[in-house]
């Protein structure tokens, strides 16, 4: 018995969660203190979490996101590979919310997802949309995905945030929230001499005008923050709002779930 509930996407990235800079490393710290302020906001919320440490080195050993190509030695075996790293890492993450006796599922997105004719085809969204209602919290993670041609890519958390908001049926996303490790996008401040400044309040219309300070993503095989930004704009023509806080501020992500002020990035719906 389904009403119309509305549910938070929240993404912890891969670099939030582990060390990028050391291969299947996990910051222990860091998601102890994000699970329990999930935890204690009490939220309906689908919960995604990045390929850090886990998935990106794997995939860019085996060039994974250019599809299939015969002359990579086991580039095959490199996809099963970096699929089972990112079931260990997730394996981690959902251990820490049932030691503290919360219902999470972790949903294999590489199951769900998969790639016809260039389109990301979602097959289901029946499992995640009855665990919300039986509430038991759905957790799903940047994955390697098939592609019906006979190849395969990469699918990054924030691609399959934007096909959930794109798709859910019976619920509406009130808003997406992206914990990073800085305290959300930097703009180039023309009045202090090209220094990057934080971008504060920003409407879904003036994105396009942006340019954006690009701080380092050292490994990232899904693309650095032009690529998150272009999700967001896709995000936002959904008429969800945005909003990426820095979750190595404890408390940030508990007050982000509540509406908490916080210093930020948020990306506001014209009306
Ligand atoms: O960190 C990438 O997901 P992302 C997942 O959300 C893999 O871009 C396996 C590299």
Do not use: W
Request: charged share 25%; aromatic share 6%.
């Amino acid at each position: 018995m389904r009403t119309n509930y509305s549910v938070i996407l929240l993404k912890l990235g891969g670099g939030l969660l582990t060390d990028k800079n050391k291969p299947n490393s996990i910051r222990e710290d860091v998601i102890s203190s994000a699970v329990k302020q999930i935890i204690d906001a009490n939220e309906k919320i689908i919960l995604l979490h990045g390929g850090g440490s886990f998935g990106h080195p794997l995939a860019k050993e085996y060039s994974i996101s250019d599809g299939f190509d015969e002359s990579i030695p086991d580039q095959i075996l490199g996809v099963a590979k970096t699929h089972h790293s990112m079931i260990k890492f997730n394996s981690y993450v959902i251990e820490q919310f049932l030691e503290r006796n919360y219902p999470v599922l972790s949903i294999q997105t590489s199951s769900i997802f998969i790639e016809k004719s260039n389109k990301i085809s979602l097959e289901t969204l029946d499992v995640l949309e009855t665990a919300l209602d039986l509430k038991i919290m759905p957790v799903l993670y940047g994955d390697i995905m098939l592609d019906k041609s006979g190849s395969f890519t990469i699918l990054s958390g924030d691609e399959i945030i934007l096909k959930l908001c794109e798709s859910l049926k019976s619920y509406s996303v009130s808003k997406v929230v992206f914990a990073m490790e800085s305290d959300g996008l930097f703009k180039i401040d023309e009045s202090k001499g090209k220094k990057p400044a934080l971008l504060t309040d920003c409407y879904s219309n003036e994105l396009d005008d942006l340019i954006l300070a690009d701080l380092g993503q050292k490994i990232d095989v899904t693309g650095g923050i032009n690529s998150k930004l272009t999700h967001i704009k896709e995000i936002c023509k959904n008429k969800i709002p945005v909003q990426l806080i820095n979750g190595l501020i404890e408390g940030n992500i508990f007050k982000s779930l509540k509406n908490q002020k916080i210093n930020c990035t948020n990306i506001l719906i014209n009306e």
